[in-house]
Each structure stands twice: as structure tokens, then as C-alpha cells.
């Protein structure tokens, strides 16, 4: 009995540890993974952020990484300004 305890707490530190890694974005039923270490630029300020501490929206199915609220409602209110062509 004490290995399946053992076995089922192993398991459960190695899931932890693996959806630590990234972040999932989900988009309609679609889920994509974005690396939680990866440097983002914001659209709006062009602050440089982990893409982990950022705040997030989708335009256009496109995800757009913030580095604060500030900024993120920004963009909401004119998103067609930041957004590369």
C-alpha cells in the first residue's frame, strides 16, 4: 500500500511540474502552448516581459502579451493602432 501511495504522489509532482512549463492558451477549443520563459514585447509600451507574468488577450486569433492592465486596455481601445501589418 505504501508503493502505490509512493507511486501516485510521484505522478502527481511529475504532472505538476510539466503544466509548470508553459502556459496554455485557449482559444475557441484550440489550446496552445506558450513557453513560460519565452520574452514577449509588449504592442503598446515595447516593454520586453516573460510571457508567464504577463496579461494576455486574443485579436484577430492572435495572442497579445501585456506588461500591465494599463497597457493591455490600451490596446483594447484601439487595437488596430498596434498591431503590425
Known amino acids: 500500500m505504501k508503493k502505490l ?3 501516485v504522489i510521484l505522478i ?5 511540474a510539466i503544466k509548470s512549463n508553459a502556459n ?3 482559444i475557441g477549443t484550440k489550446t496552445n502552448l506558450v513557453d513560460s520563459t519565452k ?3 509588449d504592442p503598446v509600451c ?3 516581459i516573460k510571457s508567464s507574468t504577463a496579461k494576455t488577450t486574443v485579436y484577430n486569433k492572435e ?5 500591465s492592465e494599463s497597457c493591455k486596455q ?3 481601445a484601439e487595437p488596430a ?5
Open 81 to 85: 493602432k498596434y498591431v503590425k501589418k
Open 63 to 67: 495572442s497579445y502579451f501585456f506588461c
Open 39 to 41: 520574452k514577449v514585447v
Open 5 to 7: 501511495n509512493i507511486v
Open 46 to 48: 515595447k516593454m520586453k
Open 74 to 76: 490600451k490596446f483594447l
Open 24 to 26: 496554455a492558451l485557449t
Open 12 to 16: 502527481g509532482l511529475a504532472t505538476i
